[in-house]
């Protein structure tokens, strides 16, 4: 059996990740694959009361750049051994929402932390596992935040409040430049699309990218 495929969301908040996610699984099944869906931070029982630690805790007030950076490669180290590899052995295709660009966008660019440090604990959390493709969604600046706003009324309460929306607009600028410098070093895993598109448009676009990538059923 073919080894599954690895596919990769990134992005800056609402650039419209969550929705598109869903919609490539669905195309994705729809011609027969096994598709599996996961979330960074998160994804594994250890993940998400990590997730939960980073994101929504009343306790997290305190939490500094360096543990944060070890938290999130710590929920990866563990979704990397206990889902990530044995799927991918299994021949499933993987979509992930979020994985180690998000650290170095985050972490590095957005947190100031040494980008070479950064890099050796990503690596000590993956080891040889990386995506194959990363598509990564931009929108503006102004459009991230008008859908952070819209989003966040919908939330429930306990989710509401969210330690990485929290920080300053110079923070964001950062991790946006971040992602801008990620992608142009990696031009061929990462896919750059334009998220501010319509929906329906987003999803053409991004199946136009991966459905030449995937394996072809019937032939294994
Ligand atoms: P999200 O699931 O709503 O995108 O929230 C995840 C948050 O965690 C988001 O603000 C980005 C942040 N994050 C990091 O800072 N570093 C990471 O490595 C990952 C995976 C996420």
């Not at 991790?175 to 031009?187: Q, T």
Request: proline residues 5%; hydrophobic residues 40%; contains cysteine.
């Amino acid at each position: 059996m073919p080894k599954g495929l690895f596919i990769t969301f990134e992005g800056t908040e609402g650039c419209g990740k969550s929705t598109q996610i869903k919609l490539l699984a669905e195309h994705i099944k729809a011609i027969g694959h096994r598709v599996r869906l996961l979330r960074e931070p998160g994804g594994t029982p250890i993940g998400e009361e990590i997730r939960h630690t980073l994101k929504h805790s009343k306790n997290n007030q305190a939490m500094t750049a360096e543990a944060e950076l070890l938290l999130m490669n710590a929920s990866r180290a563990q979704i990397v051994r206990e889902i990530i590899r044995p799927a991918l052995a299994a021949g499933e295709m993987i979509l992930c929402d979020r994985f180690y660009d998000s650290t170095t966008a985050y972490q590095g660019f957005g947190r100031e932390l040494d980008l070479e440090k950064v890099k050796s604990i990503i690596e000590f959390a993956v080891g040889e596992t990386k995506p194959d493709v990363t598509l990564f969604l931009h929108v503006p600046a102004e459009v991230s935040a008008e859908r952070l706003r819209s989003r966040q009324s919908t939330l429930p309460l306990e989710l509401q409040r969210d330690r990485f929306e929290e920080a300053d607009r110079k923070f964001f600028e950062r991790v946006a430049h971040g992602y801008g410098v990620i992608a142009a070093n990696e031009p061929k895993r990462i896919k750059v699309i334009n998220g501010a598109q319509p929906v329906e448009i987003v999803c053409a676009r991004i199946w136009e990218t991966i459905q030449p990538v995937l394996p072809k059923i019937g032939r294994w």
